[in-house]
């Protein structure tokens, strides 16, 4: 598509609008004016190589056009446009052969004196690529006199576009490596461009880290209207209204700007028309989308299949809702067509809103007329049914040999296979349909109704009558069971879905049929019945079961109750009195109830405090989805009996029903684990009994860590297993724990434990038996150990973080509020003091939180009264970190403008609330280094995670590195001596690259960051 003369009216003259090839000319380029100045200041400042990105025709091509045309840097610049479009298949000699002759193209434009440059010929660059470097390019300087060389690189990442990452490294990075080479050059310098989102990119943002980028984003209000109006300014008039529809249609996207205003353009001369209003805008849309029909079909194949899912999820959702805001979030609609969540579908709305294809609500499409065509073009019918090609070269093997076993006869086989699939796969359409079909003919019902009900949501059409007849054959095993109830159910269930006239009256006529069953049963069987829940159960269904049946009139029906309810009460009430409690409950109320025992300090003899998926350690974990106790249940059931892949469809049930436990993911995993044999086994210790939420932030990084291994097909066809052990936060216990963890040979190191106290009575056992320990949590420096390891950082480095800021502040004495019995406290305390001392500052008086609560805010107003300290330091261990908040709140010690810093226990939600808290963390969610980590983990976990879950993250990361660099048989003394030497780069890890020193300490270091307006931001 390009410019067209207007047909039918000359005197509108030629059509202005722009749409299908790049803008040469800087007085037709609008908006671009901030792009152009970042490009010459960073040029003005020698930066070398400057990256820029953006959507697909954002107009990338013509601002590297119009940037070569601008007058105001020809005497000083030779801007050289090398196009890669038709490159990514050409070895780096023929790149540099071409580059070499557009270069001479564009130096030959100035005229300049002197003898010219000579192009090496093709062959001559073959095994000599430092002839471009050495030969060639001092030729171009001496000829271009005091000017520099600026290559401006189209297309760039068209170089890598091979969707195998490893491929693309292979292919491309020569490339990149060789413009490293370039960059080195002082009169070279290198723009390229990327047609999308440099983080997306990896192997470029690995080579060009340092290097500046901007993105080439949508134009601001002012340069979209602009845009509308300047290129037509004295032919068409238009109107407000008219300006804003296109607007809002457009989102400042200069592209489809262009294509509506030149649709409205050509309109307007045919029907000789100088006014524009909103109703012409209107009236276009439809020709506009089939006139930008080749540039909305490349914006939607430069999406990724998880992103096109939710796009057409979005506009289904603006579909529904109109003009307003619709009340449903992509993923909610999804799941309405039967589409498990996944983190690839959450990534995907992130993606999409930082490409801004989405507004600020994740709810809609910015550029409406994208959403209009998408609506009109892709059904969100059919493109969840495209989710089945992700994972594909994956799960095509399990797929084929799943499909020979059900065709041999081997169904339990089969069966398993496909289970695996939707592991890898929760989406997978037809191993979901096929799990229907095969649990239905094996009798398992309620799996095969759970998959057809899926099946149904995802193709109504095609799978309704295998779910009515799931239904009717599961209702006619029910009856024949005489549970009649259940079956009642299914058939009832059966007409919500039935609109066959004849079928609906048979399944209605065994409804009465059943309801006849159900009334003479429990009208001859209530007296006799003297089980008291089932006499409960029973005198609760009783009024509505014969209040249906012809025999019955409701008074009847409500004296039989009466006279039954009574004899019930009498029955439940002897019961209750009679009945002994079960073991470990006593008789409260009376006698009539009986409630559990107290016990403090569980020990191991009395307790499960070891589970690998035998045992529920969080119990106390609910959801509102029923299925997620029952799933839970029947996993360990499984487990225990070492079915193993029913284990792990029930722990992936229940997962889905619970998204954020992390225990369940755990058990799921090395269900799968135990099923192929031979794992690897680690442990995790988190206290469960006495700091619940945090063992599950621990866990939670572990266990993304154990499902990446796994999913990926582990290491040599081995996979990994995880231990979670509880140690109560005690350290008897956590002795107690180690032990035994010591003692299982197979067990290759342990992550945890979260306090530094645990830690240091645990590291006896494990000492003695070379088990490596890395903690994710204990930063206190009394924690010294050959076999100890962690990637928070110590106490040393906290303290010294908080000193030097607490100085340097203005702060030059401060009170301390320490726990004198927590090892982590007086280690903080004790560096914090020393550092904070060095840099002449005071530490003016020591509170202990050992002291009556009541007491401490009275000693600290007492110390502030009699001394000038401005700064309150805070380090309380877990017990007393409600009290710390209290006093950052306090109104008294508000008027005081104090100054509270603390350590990393006041990092919380519960500290939203206290204004002004400075905290020093070991890892930020909202660092440039932590974002993708935790963009990851929030599609991961359905919320937002703690810096808790990234240390254990690289915890277990460490540990599986480690595993990849030996044979099968590792031992855990190769382990340990492994740990010493890793280097784990920050793409792989939470956000920061992974190394230990000699000392077994992290190298990365803590983040402080302050609550402003009811959250944490960093401090720079």
């Known amino acids: 598509m390009t410019n067209t003369d207007t047909q039918g009216n000359t005197n509108f003259g030629r059509n202005p609008y722009i749409t299908g090839v790049p803008i040469d000319d800087p007085k037709k380029l609008i908006g671009r004016e901030n792009l152009f100045n970042f490009i010459q200041d960073n040029l003005d400042n020698n930066t070398k190589i400057i990256l820029l990105h953006g959507l697909r025709r954002i107009g990338k091509s013509s601002v590297l056009q119009v940037f070569s045309c601008l007058d105001n840097h020809r005497d000083s610049l030779v801007c050289v446009n090398f196009d890669l479009q038709d490159k990514s298949q050409r070895s780096l000699n023929y790149i540099l052969h071409c580059l070499a002759t557009t270069i001479v193209d564009h130096v030959e434009q100035f005229n300049l004196e002197g003898e010219a440059v000579k192009i090496p010929k093709l062959q001559e660059f073959e095994g000599k690529e430092d002839l471009f470097l050495k030969t060639f390019l001092p030729q171009v300087y001496e000829k271009i006199g005091d000017k520099k060389i600026v290559l401006l690189l189209d297309e760039f990442d068209v170089i890598e576009n091979n969707k195998n990452q490893e491929e693309i490294i292979k292919k491309g990075s020569k490339f990149f490596e060789y413009l490293k080479l370039l960059s080195h050059q002082d009169r070279l310098f290198i723009i390229p461009v990327v047609g999308r989102n440099v983080s997306e990119l990896e192997s470029i943002s690995a080579l060009f880290s340092s290097a500046p980028n901007q993105e080439i984003g949508l134009l601001d209000e002012l ?307 003297s089980d008291e829940s089932t006499t409960i159960k029973n005198n609760h269904n009783i009024y509505q079961l014969l209040s249906r049946t012809r025999n019955f009139s409701l008074t009847r029906v409500a004296a039989i109750v009466t006279i039954f309810g009574f004899i019930a009460l009498v029955i439940l009430l002897f019961n209750r009195l009679s009945t002994p409690c079960p073991q470990g409950q006593k008789k409260i109320s009376f006698g009539f109830f009986c409630d559990k025992l107290e016990v403090k300090n569980p020990t191991l003899p009395n307790s499960i405090n070891i589970s690998n ?75 469960v009994n006495n700091a619940q939420s945090i063992a599950q932030e621990i866990l939670r990084g572990v266990a993304q860590a154990q499902d990446k291994f796994n999913a990926d097909g582990g290491y040599q066809g081995r996979l990994l297993e995880i231990v979670i052990a509880n140690d109560a936060d005690d350290p008897d216990q956590a002795k107690e724990i180690a032990k035994q963890l010591a003692e299982k040979k197979e067990i290759l190191g342990v992550i945890g434990h979260y306090s530094s106290r645990a830690t240091k009575k645990a590291l006896e056992e494990y000492t003695s038996a070379t088990l490596p320990i890395i903690s994710p949590t204990s930063t206190s420096i009394e924690l010294k150990n050959d076999i100890f ?215 990365s270091k803590p983040i402080l960051v302050q609550i402003k307006g009811g959250n944490f931001q960093q401090i720079q």
């Open 223 to 529: 340069s979209a209207k602009r845009l509308i109006t300047k290129p037509a300014e004295g032919v068409l008039i238009y109107e407000q209204e008219a300006i804003d529809e296109i607007y809002k249609l457009c989102a400042g996207h200069p592209y489809f700007t262009q294509v509506i205003c030149s649709d409205i353009f050509r309109q307007a001369a045919a029907n000789n028309k100088r006014k524009v209003t909103r109703t012409d805008v209107k009236a276009i849309i439809d020709q506009s989308i089939e006139a930008a029909q080749g540039g909305l079909a490349w914006f939607w194949d430069g999406l990724s299949i998880p992103q096109q899912v939710i796009f057409s999820a979005v506009a289904e959702a603006q579909k529904r809702a109109g003009d307003a805001l619709p009340d449903k979030g992509p993923i909610e609609i999804l799941k309405e067509h039967g589409v498990t969540q996944t983190e690839e579908l959450i990534q995907a709305i992130d993606q999409l809103f930082q490409k801004n294809w989405l507004d600020n609500t994740k709810r809609k499409v910015k550029v409406e007329l994208v959403q209009c065509w998408v609506k009109k073009k892709y059904s969100i019918k059919q493109e969840i049914k495209r989710l089945e090609n992700l994972n594909s070269g994956k799960i095509e093997p399990f797929v084929k040999k799943a499909d020979e076993l059900r065709q041999s006869g081997k169904n339990n086989d089969a069966l398993h296979i496909y289970n695996t699939i939707l592991v890898f796969n929760p989406n997978h359409y037809s191993s979901l349909l096929n799990l229907a079909q095969l649990n239905l003919e094996i009798a398992n019902f309620d799996e095969s109704i759970e998959f057809y009900e899926r099946a149904y949501k995802f193709d109504p059409e095609a799978n309704k009558q295998g779910f009515i007849d799931a239904l009717k054959n599961y209702g006619n095993h029910l009856r024949l069971q005489e549970n009649l109830y259940k079956a009642q159910v299914q058939f009832e269930l059966v007409l919500d879905y039935e609109d066959r006239i004849s079928e609906r009256n048979q399944i209605e006529e065994i409804i009465k049929e059943i309801k006849h069953q159900i009334a003479a049963k429990y009208s001859q069987s209530l007296v006799s019945n």
């Open 613 to 687: 998926g035998e045992d529920i350690l969080f119990s106390n974990i609910t959801s509102s989805d029923p299925n997620y106790r029952i799933s839970r249940q029947e996993g360990v059931k499984a487990y225990k009996n070492k079915d193993y892949p029913t284990a792990s469809q029930h722990f992936q049930n229940a997962r889905q029903a619970n998204i954020n436990d992390p225990e369940v993911l755990i058990y799921q995993n090395n269900a799968l684990a135990r099923e192929k044999g031979n794992p690897f086994i680690l442990a995790v210790a988190v206290p």
């Open 789 to 1003: 390891f962690r990637t928070v950082s110590s106490d040393a480095v906290f303290g010294e973080k908080l000193a030097d800021y607490a100085y340097k502040s203005g702060l030059n004495q401060v009170v301390i509020l320490y726990d004198s019995e927590s090892a982590y406290s007086r280690s903080l305390e004790r560096i914090f003091e020393q550092e904070f001392q060095r840099r002449n500052g005071k530490v003016a008086e020591l509170i202990d939180f050992r002291t009556p609560a009541q007491n401490i805010r009275t000693k600290l107003l007492d110390s502030l009264n009699k001394n000038n300290a401005k700064g309150v330091l805070l380090f309380p261990d877990l017990q007393h970190t409600d009290l710390s908040l209290q006093l950052v709140q306090d109104k008294e010690l508000k008027m005081r403008k104090l100054q509270f810093l603390g350590g990393d226990t006041l990092y919380s939600q519960n500290a939203f609330t206290a204004e002004g808290l400075i905290v020093a963390v070991p890892w930020f969610r909202q660092t440039q280094e932590s974002k993708n980590f935790a963009h990851k983990a929030l599609g991961f976990w359905g919320n937002e995670v703690s810096w808790r879950t990234a240390t254990s993250f690289d915890a277990a990361q460490a540990f599986i590195e480690t595993l990849k660099t030996f044979s099968p048989n590792v031992s855990r003394p190769e382990i340990l001596s492994s740990l010493s030497q890793i280097d784990i780069p920050a793409y792989k890890t939470a956000g920061y690259r992974l190394k230990f020193g000699s000392d077994g300490e992290t190298i």
